[in-house]
């Protein structure tokens, strides 16, 4: 039987890696149905746990900043990642852990993002441990006076990388917030470093000059810009403005946004977001080969696909997921022949496994470049 124009042979490498087309995928399953029902009702149903809504949880004790961290990453899918497949991540916020005399929300969520203050609890250790796939971030690290001492400690007592997030700084930039930078950048010049120390000495600063007035910013103006930024991103744009006059907003913002953990946070969410998705493909591909043996009538149709780029490529994708490896930009043929080895000096079944599926798809690569 030929196959299907468009999920076979894909010359596209980069779309290919990216992993299992939906819409490819679900044209083999109607094509299925039409010979054999069942087996098109079993790939449906495969198909639609693969591509369901993958859910964030953000969750954390009372008061931590549950609702800033859910703000962040819900301005992030819209303003950073808007072109990486976000439309089918949803970000919700569960009820707070260890309230007494209340039951713990389930952390059954994809991802979850859990929210620590400078000392971890038992209850902040159970959680963490109780998540596959786990984001834990200090979510006030902007209050915190030793904060790689605080950092290292918790890291240490939840056994995961704790990643610092300056909770209000990175909501309102992530939010476009402040619309401008222009009174900074007017007030810049005039602004010594005593005055940034703090936020009261930043609103009492008495700028003086010989611009003409409309160049002050008014205390009104300074007390709303801390209350967007604190006064660390003033002081952050400041210095910026001070090294370099003509930067515009958008990098001002890129900048902050680097400051305040946000950039680095909202990254690894993403990373496992993406983890997730490599996951749920491996094992849609892995029950498509159980109902290739299960379903005689729809087997060489399965086994086409199985046996595609598109498949090939996303198995060996899991692989190197699996491993903690990513794809190598060099030849290919040398990529294959190293896994290959790598596969045949091992005693671990499921990495010689894995390692063949990384050496077949350098192969595959190669082949069809």
């Not at 990643?163 to 930039?173: H, N, Q």
């Not at 491996?282 to 379903?295: I, K, S």
Request: glycine residues 6%; negative net charge.
């Amino acid at each position: 039987m030929s196959a299907k124009p468009g999920y076979v042979q894909q010359s596209r490498w980069g779309e290919v890696m990216s992993g299992v087309n939906q819409g490819r995928i679900r044209s083999l399953a109607s094509s299925v149905s039409e010979r054999d029902p069942g087996s098109g009702r079993e790939i449906g149903l495969a198909l639609d746990r693969c591509f369901a809504r993958i859910r964030i949880q953000v969750s954390g004790r009372v008061g931590v900043g549950k609702s800033s961290v859910r703000a962040v990453l819900t301005a992030s899918t819209v303003s950073r990642f808007p072109d990486v497949g976000w439309e089918d991540v949803e970000i919700t916020e569960t009820a707070a852990m260890d309230v007494p005399s209340a039951p713990d929300p389930d952390l059954d969520g994809d991802v979850v993002v859990y929210v620590l203050t400078s000392g971890a609890q038992k209850a902040d250790v159970d959680a963490v441990a109780s998540a596959s796939h786990v984001v834990p971030v200090l979510a006030k690290a902007d209050t915190v006076d030793d904060l790689v001492g605080a950092l290292d400690r918790l890291t240490s007592a939840v056994g995961i990388e704790v990643f610092p997030l300056m909770g209000t700084i990175a909501r309102a930039v992530s939010e476009g917030e402040p619309k401008s930078f222009e009174m900074l950048r007017r007030a810049a010049p005039h602004l010594s470093p005593d005055m940034m120390l703090t936020r009261e000495r930043f609103l009492r600063a008495d700028i003086r000059h010989t611009s003409e007035s409309r160049d002050v910013p008014t205390a009104a103006e300074r007390d709303e810009l801390v209350e967007r930024i604190e006064i660390l991103g003033v002081r952050t744009a400041v210095e910026a403005l001070g090294s370099d006059p003509t930067m515009d907003d958008v990098r001002i913002r890129l900048l902050l946004l680097g400051v305040s953990g946000a950039a680095r946070f909202t990254d690894t969410v993403r990373q496992s977001v993406e983890r997730v998705r490599i996951e749920r493909q491996a094992r849609l591909l892995h029950r498509l080969t159980e109902l290739a043996a299960e379903h005689p009538t729809s087997a060489e149709e399965l086994e086409t696909f199985l046996a595609s780029d598109e498949a090939v490529l996303a198995i060996m994708r899991s692989a190197l997921d699996a491993l903690g490896e990513t794809a190598e930009p060099g030849n290919k043929v040398e990529s294959a022949a190293l896994w290959l080895a790598r596969s045949q000096s091992t005693e671990d079944p499921n990495y010689s496994r894995a390692a063949r599926a990384i050496s077949r798809g350098y192969l595959r690569m190669r082949a069809r470049s």
